[in-house]
């Protein structure tokens, strides 16, 4: 059975990290890149991060790069993202979008579009 999750999210205060987690099964994981999108309150779906299939490339957006990690373990089906120097505009509820690309080593940070499959999400508030 088809099943994505991810976990980590929370209440944390500005400068604080959070480590979140998206684990998949039910398919062949590792022909698939992974972007991790926010949504904020009231605003578009944007992706922040991405890692290739087999994690050899990542990509960031200009507003968090430098404060947040993305890797993978294709081993356990997992794609992790570090949080550090978390701001309160880093508030809103991160959910991983499941991308195929078979043997190809890119991923794509933009449109949430054409996702093949998307976890629930997990609600991240930074806040005083």
């Known amino acids: 059975q088809l099943q994505v999750v991810e976990s980590g999210g929370g209440l944390v205060q500005p400068g604080g990290s959070l480590r979140l987690s998206c684990a998949a099964s039910g398919f062949t994981w590792n022909f698939y890149a992974i972007t991790w999108f926010r949504q904020a309150p009231g605003k578009e779906r944007e992706g922040v991060s991405c890692?290739?299939?087999?994690?050899?490339?990542?990509n960031y957006s200009d507003s968090v790069k430098g404060r947040f990690t993305i890797s993978r373990d294709n081993a356990k089906n997992t794609v992790s993202l570090q949080m550090n120097s978390l701001r309160p505009e880093d508030t809103g509820v991160y959910s991983c979008?499941?991308?195929?690309?078979?043997?190809?080593?890119?991923?794509?940070?933009?449109?949430?579009?054409?996702?093949?499959?998307w976890g629930n999400g997990t609600l991240v508030t930074v806040s005083s």
């Open positions: 890692v290739s299939s087999y994690g050899n490339r990542t």
């Open positions: 979008g499941i991308l195929w690309v078979g043997l190809s080593t890119t991923c794509r940070l933009g449109t949430p579009d054409g996702m093949d499959f």
